[in-house]
C-alpha cells in the first residue's frame, strides 16, 4: 500500500463511527523524512472528498473518489497527477472556492467545508491566499494597486494597503517595479506581483494552479525560487497543483492523484489526528 494515504485516512481518525461533531479541532502531522521525523501543526487535512459534476442527464464526472489528504503548517507541496484527475477541483475546495457533495476539509484547525459564505469570504481574505496559471493581474493598474487592492478586500484603508503593498512587493524583491502595469513587466515579474498579492495578508496558506504554467523556464526559475525563500523566510505553507517537475523538486513532498483519489505521497505520513494522536503515537512507536 502506499505509504502515508489511505492507511493514513485511518491513523486520521476518520475510521466507522468517528463523525466530527466538533467545529473545531487542532491535529498534528508525523511526517518521515531522509532527515528523520517532522512533527507539524495540521493546517489542511481533507478527508474523504467526494464532487460529481452532472453534466446531463444520466451523464457526470466523479471528480473527487474519496480524496484524503493532509498538509502540515510550514509545508511546501506539490500535487501532481494526468490531466482531468482532479487536482483542481480538490485544490478549489481546500481553497472553499467550491464544495464538496460529501466529506470533510479541515482549514487551520477550523471545519470549512460546510461554513456559510459570508464566514467562507472573511476566511479566504484573512487566511488563504491564491496564484494562477495566467497571473490574474488587473491591466490598468499598477503593480502596487493591484496587490493593494487584495488589502482593501480585506478592509483595510486605502493608505494602510499601500504600505502593506509596498512591503509585499519588497518581498518579492519588485519594489523599484511598483508604479508598472502588468504589461510593463515579463511573466516572471508579473507571477511575483501575483505572489505579492497573495501575500499581502499575511495568509496562512497560498495556493497555486498551475504557476509556472505560461511561464518560459528562466521565469520559472524566478518564481519557484521566491515561493521556496517566501515558504522558509515566513513559514507560509505552499500548496501547489503543478505538471511541472522543477516545482516538484522544490518542494519538501510531492502528493500524487489518480482518478480522484490521492495515490501517492512522497513522505511516510505515519499520523494524523491530534484526537487519536496519543494512539497513533504508541501505534507506530
Ligand atoms: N465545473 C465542471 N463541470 C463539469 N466537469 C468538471 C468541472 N470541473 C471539472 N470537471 C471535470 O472533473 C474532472 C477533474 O477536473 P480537474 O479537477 O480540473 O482536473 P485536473 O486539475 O487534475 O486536470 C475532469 O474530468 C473535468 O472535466
Ligand atoms: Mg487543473
Redesign the pocket.
Known sequence: MAPGTSDTGAAGGQGAGAPSDSRTRHTRLIIETEEGTKTMKTIVSVKSLNKR?E?GKDNY?D?LRGATVNIGSGEMVAIM?P????????LHMMGCLDTPDSGEIWLNGRRVDDLSTRATTKLLREEIGFIFQGFNLVSTMTALDNVALAAQYAGKSRRESQTMAREALEAVGLAERAAHRPSELSGGQQQRVAIARALVNKPAVIMGDEPTGNLDTASSAEVIDMMREINLLTGTTFIL?THDPDVAAACDRVIH?RDGVVTDDTSRLVAAAARDAERDLERVA
Open positions: 459534476y453534466l464526472v471528480a497527477g490531466s482531468g484527475c482532479g487536482k483542481s477541483t480538490m497543483v492523484m
